[in-house]
């Protein structure tokens, strides 16, 4: 199976980029593979813009760079996105590439009122990177945040089925080691609930 790994972090040689590199790692070794889109090295543009807003209202095709993520996308079996974490969110490169690529008519449809999830297929993996501790995180609800707006407010509107929510969290230099061993056993069991189901 295919997973597109979507990273969004300018520093090839940052934790994010070493913590995506992991995942595909145990993907192979798992007997799968991975694809990793660098949003940052392909100069992907996050602006929202008057092509997608045409693009949204129907009056036009997606743009040309929409319409080739689009296409990675449905090309792949998983979609796992690893960011650093940004103001308790995701940075806005990966922001305004949900924006733009998960779009009116593609990931959702509005009729009569009602929403159209049409990206029921889809699994997702979210994987970011903070520099703090758990207990942070638990203590001022930012978890939960996130969840709420990312898992739900993103991918549960567009019907996709979030899989893997992780949070790999360090305070200190030689902890990065840990999350990188996390990551490798997120690659590898990334399509395990598909191998149950194919030997049912």
Not at 129 to 151: L, S
Not at 167 to 194: I, S, V
Request: hydrophobic share 45%; proline share 4%; aromatic share 8%.
């Amino acid at each position: 199976m295919h997973a597109l790994i979507v990273v969004a972090h300018p520093d090839p040689q940052s934790l994010t980029h070493a913590v995506a590199a992991r995942l595909a790692a145990g993907l192979t070794e798992s007997g799968h593979r991975g694809e990793i889109a660098d949003l940052a090295a392909e100069g992907f543009d996050p602006r929202f813009n008057a092509a997608d807003i045409e693009g949204f209202y129907r009056r036009a095709e997606a743009p040309a760079d929409v319409l080739a993520e689009q296409a990675r996308i449905d090309r792949a079996d998983g979609l796992a996105l690893v960011f650093p974490v940004y103001w308790w969110s995701m940075p806005g490169l990966l922001k305004g590439w949900v924006d733009r690529v998960f779009a009116n008519g593609w990931a959702y449809d509005e009729a009569d009122g009602r929403v159209v999830k049409k990206l029921q297929r889809l699994e997702v993996h979210l994987i970011g990177v903070g520099g703090a501790g758990r207990r942070t995180y638990a203590k001022h609800g930012y978890e939960t945040a996130m969840k709420t707006q990312i898992d739900h407010g993103i991918f549960d509107y567009c019907g996709a089925r979030v899989l893997t929510s992780e949070l790999l969290l360090h305070t200190r230099p030689d902890e990065a080691a840990a999350q990188l061993q996390t990551a490798f056993d997120l690659g590898r069991g990334l399509f395990a609930e598909q191998a149950l189901v194919g030997a049912a």
